[in-house]
């Protein structure tokens, strides 16, 4: 849940440097459109340059926020496009471990249109049952993995996922 919200905080903060850097562009070109755009007399002209000779500083600070937030911008953008550069090693042997992940542990299957009369299946964990050979249950594999989960414990049974669809339940 805190994972998500640092999440949208940092969503936030981009979209609020990159309004920030629109008012402060906006903030620098404003003056010069309604110069071009108007039917302005010299002396609005002069008048313009006057006020900005003495707005300098504010164009310089302004300018400079515009370019810094562009350059943070930036680089919060590439930092997300990123991806880990690793050696050739190390990569075949992440690449195993997530093959691993995979394999190993209880996710859900995908189940969409497992069947095709009905629209939705659900993944749903049943217990499995022992092995059964012939018509035979395995004894010496059924008492090997009781009498490793200890004397008392023969109510223990794996669950496993499986599709279901209505009524009717599907491997994955």
Excluded at 12 to 24: D, E, G, P, T, V
Excluded at 146 to 151: L, P
Aim: aromatic share 14%.
């Amino acid at each position: 849940m805190f994972h998500h919200f640092i999440f949208h905080i940092s969503h936030l903060n981009n979209i609020l440097l990159l309004l920030l850097s629109y008012f402060h562009f906006l903030l620098l070109i404003l003056p010069f459109f309604s110069l071009f755009f108007s039917s302005v007399s010299i002396y609005y002209y002069n008048f313009l340059l006057y006020k900005m000779r003495f707005d300098r500083h504010v164009i310089c600070i302004s300018l400079f926020f515009l370019v810094i937030s562009s350059c943070i911008l930036q680089g919060l953008v590439i930092e997300a496009r990123k991806t880990p550069k690793q050696s050739g090693s190390h990569q075949i042997i992440s690449e195993e471990k997530m093959f691993l992940r995979a394999q190993i542990g209880s996710r859900p299957p995908k189940c969409d249109r497992r069947c095709r009369t009905c629209g939705h299946c659900e993944a749903i964990q049943v217990p499995t049952n022992p092995q059964v050979q012939n018509g035979k249950i395995d004894s010496s594999k059924f008492n090997s993995i009781a009498y490793s989960r200890g004397k008392d414990n023969s109510n223990y049974k794996p669950m496993s996922w499986k599709c279901k669809c209505g009524s009717l339940i599907f491997n994955p």
